[in-house]
């Protein structure tokens, strides 16, 4: 069983940055793909950015160029920095894990969640 659990999120103005962390405990070794999902009122859950055990890392086109995942194996812990936030950010932000595939595409393919973050962008 692996924990997970998001600190990081608040209030921001457009334009300006935060960053999520994401700290995994229990059964550590056995994850291999972890990712950051969001979702905002009255919208499914997308998935934000993936990162694989070896660093590779996927983003959602929305964010591409603005956040920036990365992993810190020795700390168990992984953030997203986000940078040029905009309104449209606004979300509970969920860190994911999984230990059966090398990276996270889909919800089916997330094991373990976190309780989430909430992220909150005025304009």
């Known amino acids: 069983q692996v924990q997970l659990v998001e600190s990081g999120g608040g209030l921001v103005q457009t334009g300006g940055s935060l960053r999520l962390s994401c700290a995994a405990s229990g059964s550590i070794a056995s994850i291999n793909a972890m990712g950051w999902y969001r979702q905002a009122p009255g919208k499914q859950r997308e998935l934000v950015a993936a990162?694989?055990?070896?660093?590779?890392?996927n983003y959602a086109d929305s964010v591409k160029g603005r956040f920036t995942f990365s992993r810190d194996n020795a700390k168990n812990t992984v953030y997203l920095q986000m940078n040029s936030l905009k309104p449209e950010d606004t979300a509970v932000y969920y860190c994911?894990?999984?230990?059966?595939?090398?990276?996270?595409?889909?919800?089916?393919?997330?094991?373990?969640w976190g309780k989430g973050t909430l992220v909150t962008v005025s304009s």
């Open positions: 994911a894990a999984d230990s059966r595939f090398s990276i996270i595409t889909t919800i089916r393919s997330v094991e373990n």
């Open positions: 990162i694989t055990s070896g660093g590779s890392t």
